[in-house]
């Protein structure tokens, strides 16, 4: 697995991410029908929030993005986006081993939503997660904390 680090990302990065979220999110938005062009960045630019945000790098390169948003009661794991040269090298697993520990030691709920059809769905199954609803193109997933 490459070395990689998480820093909390700050304004300036939200068009970075926007365009990796753009690029991340293709192929399923495109198999589920629903890719637009613009409307994938704008959805991205309207709901980053820097302070719950973190930047995934390796070797100082952005390599992706992932945020832990709290709501009443749980935790939202949302805009986890890895680039596509860095995924299947055990980083996506690493950055969620290591947010779900946090989960973890707060006691806290974690939820998320998942594409369809997306392969990050196996990802979040391996860390605890199960299938909480789902509908013609997202799948809610939650995962309880693990007690220590």
Known sequence: MADWELRPASVADVEAVA???????????????RY?????RQR?????????TWMI??????????ALRPAKDTYWLEHFY???DS???GIGSAVLSRLLERCDREDAVVRLNVLQGSSARRLYKRHGFTVETEDEVDVFMVRDPVSA
């Open 19 to 33: 365009e990796l979220r753009a690029v991340v999110l293709r192929p399923d938005l495109e198999r589920l029908g």
């Open 36 to 40: 637009d062009e613009q409307r994938v």
């Open 44 to 52: 991205l630019r309207d709901g980053f929030t820097p302070s719950h």
């Open 57 to 66: 790098e390796v070797g100082g390169a952005l390599a992706g993005c992932v």
């Open 82 to 84: 890895l680039d596509p």
């Open 87 to 89: 995924q299947g090298r």
